[in-house]
């Protein structure tokens, strides 16, 4: 199973908006709706930022969208914040019970 | 609250073996899967494998099989992570983290235990 496909890196201005792109195949993000979105800064476990695809948990600030098409899933950072600099995983379910995560993309705030 | 609490950092020689434990707390132990993620120096998060607490049922990523064990306690509440004939790039943090429903996201991580594999 490979990792999806981040782009290594995305920066942006303070309240610009950043979106982090999600390449997988058909036998995971284009084939289920089971695409979450991780957030992790430095020495942290990861936390929850999206689930299922668009889907924003309790805690969550509203500048964080997602969105999928086809084999790609996108997180979007609207009005970007100093706190949001951090690394960001995609993660799907790719079926016969196993999971796979993406390659990471660090987000710098200019 | 939902609590998963690790154990302690571990050294260990090439060829040992590793065992990680998580403890859960806040909730029902046997009604959410608990999957385990490693994260190697600098590096992103890679799956290993998942287990059913409820009926002790689990998979592990292709690259792990013949190495990994998950097993649980449920009289503990506490999963563990077992890793065989350890090389250095196993060298990571490994992760617990409880799935909501199976497969769908992970709603609760542990703080991880660093694995350090040298000689």
């Known amino acids: 199973q490979s990792a999806l496909t981040q782009p290594r890196s995305v920066s942006g201005s303070p309240g610009q908006s950043v979106t982090i792109s999600c390449t997988g195949t058909?036998?995971?993000?284009?084939?289920?709706?089971?695409v979450s979105w991780y957030q992790q800064h430095p020495g942290k476990a990861p936390k929850l930022m999206i689930s299922d695809v668009s889907l924003r948990p309790s805690g969550v600030p509203d500048r964080f969208s997602g969105s999928k098409s086809g084999n790609t899933a996108s997180l979007t950072i609207s009005g970007l914040q100093a706190e949001d600099e951090a690394d960001y995983y995609c993660c799907s379910f790719a079926g016969s019970f196993t999971v796979v995560f993406g390659t990471g993309t660090k987000v710098t705030v200019l | 609250q939902v609590q998963l609490v690790e154990s302690g950092a571990e050294v260990k020689k090439p060829g040992a073996s590793v065992k990680v434990s998580c403890l859960a707390s806040g909730y029902t132990f046997t009604s959410n899967y608990i999957h385990w993620v490693r994260q190697a120096p600098g590096q992103g998060l890679e799956w290993m494998g998942v287990?059913?607490?409820?009926?002790?049922?689990?998979s592990y990523a292709q690259k792990f099989q013949g190495r990994v064990s998950m097993t649980r306690d449920t009289s503990t509440s506490t999963v563990y992570m077992d890793l065989s004939s350890l090389r250095s790039d196993d060298t990571a943090v490994y992760y617990c983290?409880?799935?909501?429903?199976?497969?769908?996201?992970?709603?609760?991580w542990g703080q991880g235990t660093l694995v350090t594999v040298s000689s």
């Open positions: 058909s036998s995971d993000v284009g084939g289920y709706n089971y």
């Open positions: 983290a409880r799935a909501h429903s199976g497969y769908d996201f992970f709603d609760y």
């Open positions: 287990i059913n607490p409820s009926d002790d049922t689990k």
